[in-house]
């Protein structure tokens, strides 16, 4: 039974930086894309970057634009969220997602359970 772990959330300032990491446990064969999402309160979630295994097809958000970085270290089936100049609309329970081939051959699409990013002064 594959799982997703995030860490990294936490309450930072407006302007400051956090990297959140998103990691599989359980059997992994290869992963064929990553991403993060988000939810605000009240809000719907909503895609905030999601990148292929090759990182040759890279979305952000147009809110994220210019301020976070998704990364993976295939290495480590590691996804990560570089994310810069952090502002209160940034504030939500950030989930990690990940296209897996696991045990059997079989694919599914995976959720993390969430990590808190607050960005208050």
């Known amino acids: 039974q594959v799982q997703l772990w995030e860490s990294g959330g936490g309450l930072v300032q407006p302007g400051g930086s956090l990297r959140l990491a998103c990691v599989p446990s359980?059997?992994?064969?290869?992963?064929?894309?990553m991403g993060w999402y988000r939810q605000a309160p009240g809000k719907e979630r909503e895609m905030v970057a999601t990148?292929?295994?090759?990182?040759?097809?890279?979305k952000y958000a147009d809110s994220v634009k210019g301020r976070f970085t998704i990364s993976r270290d295939l290495t480590r089936n590691t996804v990560y969220l570089q994310m810069s100049n952090l502002k209160p609309e940034d504030t939500a329970v950030y989930y990690c997602?990940?296209?897996?081939?696991?045990?059997?051959?079989?694919?599914?699409?995976?959720w993390g359970r969430g990590t808190q990013v607050a960005i208050s002064s």
């Open positions: 990148t292929t295994r090759s990182g040759s097809e890279v």
């Open positions: 359980g059997y992994v064969w290869e992963i064929k894309s």
């Open positions: 997602t990940m296209d897996i081939v696991g045990e059997g051959s079989s694919r599914n699409d995976y």
